[in-house]
């Protein structure tokens, strides 16, 4: 059975020691939509992001009139039910993420 890394914070060590212990294996191929980057324990913050971006060949936008997670929250698709339980605050972080 895997361990979690040693070298970390206790609460990372032992929420990854309950997930390896009650969790069960996935096959990468059969869930693409979960896999994502994974961080490394040394690289925090903005260095974390700048390095992922050049590797993936990304361009971080920063400080830009509406940078957002997303440009409208009508991007979403959400029904017109859903959209309506979105809290004002929540849409103006999703849009105006870098401003937040």
Same mark, same amino acid.
């Given at each position: 059975m895997?361990?979690?890394?040693?070298s970390?914070?206790?609460?990372?060590w032992?929420?990854?020691?309950?997930?390896?212990l009650?969790?069960?294996r996935?096959i990468?191929?059969d869930?693409p939509?979960l896999?994502?980057?994974y961080?490394?324990?040394?690289?925090?913050e903005?260095?974390?992001? &700048? #390095?992922l /971006?050049?590797? +993936?060949?990304?361009?971080i936008?920063k400080?830009?009139?509406g940078?957002?997670?997303?440009?409208?929250i009508?991007?979403?698709?959400?029904?017109?039910?859903?959209?309506?339980?979105?809290r004002? &605050? #929540?849409i /103006?972080f999703? +849009?105006?993420?870098s401003k937040?």
């Open positions: 895997p361990n979690a890394y040693p970390q914070r206790l609460q990372d032992l929420s990854q020691q309950w997930c390896i009650t969790g069960r996935i990468a191929s869930v939509w896999m994502g980057p961080g490394q324990c040394d690289i925090i903005d260095k974390y992001a &700048e #390095i /971006a050049a590797e +993936e060949g990304l361009v936008k400080n830009e009139p940078s957002g997670l997303i440009e409208s009508d991007a979403l698709k959400l029904s017109e039910a859903d959209a309506k339980l979105l004002p &605050e #929540i /103006a999703y +849009e105006h993420t937040s």
